[in-house]
């Protein structure tokens, strides 16, 4: 990783120093499946108040309807079952600051995106964006490095990550046997995707 590590003190210093001057500015949080993105994001968010809106790439899930229809819903989660493109408009937009912006949020009870879920008003000057493949060069997202202001690769032990996976299918439904072996098969299988993008993060934050 070309970025260097910080803990989680310092990786909020730098956050509250990206939003000092009030211009508009947008974080990336990446990292494998599990990492803590979202627990991050939200950390990051309710330190900075009124300051930070968290928009999560996952609101660009293909619906479960079309996953099935592409034969693509026995590995949700991988690269191509998203709208890059999509994500990528909505990141422009959120770059202009110059209306309120909706973003689309994953509802895992629904197993699909909502559209216009979360709010993000033109005086708001961080958006905290995070998702998997934030640093991946293919399947469409090579433009989202680009557009981030800065980015996070959230790295903590792996055996931890996986455990927090597993627990956190297991509270969305799957079994315990189904949570694992997804969590050890696709989902191990995009979190090594995930692994070989962290060299583009300016910042390695371990939880």
Same mark, same amino acid.
């Given at each position: 990783?070309?970025?260097?590590?910080?803990?989680?003190?310092?990786?909020? *210093?730098?956050?509250?120093?990206?939003?000092?001057?009030?211009?508009?500015?947008?974080?990336?949080?990446? *990292?494998?499946?599990?990492?803590?993105?979202?627990?991050?994001?939200?950390?990051?968010?309710?330190?900075l108040g009124g300051r930070a809106v968290v928009v999560?790439?996952?609101?660009?899930?293909?619906?479960?309807?079309?996953?099935?229809?592409?034969?693509?819903?026995?590995?949700?989660?991988?690269?191509?079952?998203?709208?890059?493109?999509?994500?990528?408009?909505?990141?422009?937009?959120?770059?202009?600051?110059?209306?309120?912006?909706?973003?689309?949020?994953?509802?895992?009870?629904?197993?699909?995106?909502?559209?216009?879920?979360?709010?993000?008003?033109?005086?708001?000057?961080?958006?905290?964006?995070?998702?998997?493949?934030?640093?991946?060069?293919?399947?469409?997202? *090579?433009?989202?490095?680009?557009l981030l202001d800065e980015a996070w690769f959230v790295?903590?032990?792996?055996?931890?990550?996986?455990?927090?996976?597993?627990?956190?299918?297991?509270?969305f439904g799957k079994t315990a046997q189904a949570a694992?072996?997804?969590?050890? *098969?696709?989902?191990?299988?995009?979190?090594?995707?995930?692994?070989?993008?962290?060299?583009?993060?300016?910042?390695?934050?371990?939880?």
């Amino acid at each position: 990783m070309s970025g260097t590590s910080a803990s989680l003190d310092e990786a909020l *210093g730098r956050a509250r120093a990206l939003v000092a001057d009030g211009s508009r500015r947008l974080l990336g949080i990446a *990292g494998a499946p599990g990492a803590g993105k979202s627990t991050l994001a939200a950390h990051v968010a309710d330190e900075l108040g009124g300051r930070a809106v968290v928009v999560p790439m996952d609101g660009f899930h293909l619906a479960q309807s079309e996953l099935e229809r592409i034969g693509r819903a026995d590995r949700k989660g991988a690269p191509d079952t998203f709208d890059a493109a999509g994500f990528v408009a909505l990141l422009r937009r959120l770059r202009v600051a110059d209306a309120t912006v909706y973003a689309p949020e994953y509802r895992r009870d629904l197993r699909n995106p909502v559209a216009g879920a979360i709010a993000v008003p033109p005086d708001v000057p961080l958006v905290v964006v995070e998702g998997n493949y934030l640093l991946l060069s293919s399947h469409g997202f *090579g433009p989202v490095a680009d557009l981030l202001d800065e980015a996070w690769f959230v790295a903590p032990d792996d055996d931890l990550r996986l455990d927090r996976l597993v627990a956190r299918h297991v509270a969305f439904g799957k079994t315990a046997q189904a949570a694992h072996d997804w969590s050890h *098969g696709p989902d191990e299988a995009n979190a090594r995707l995930v692994a070989a993008t962290a060299a583009r993060a300016d910042l390695r934050v371990v939880p």
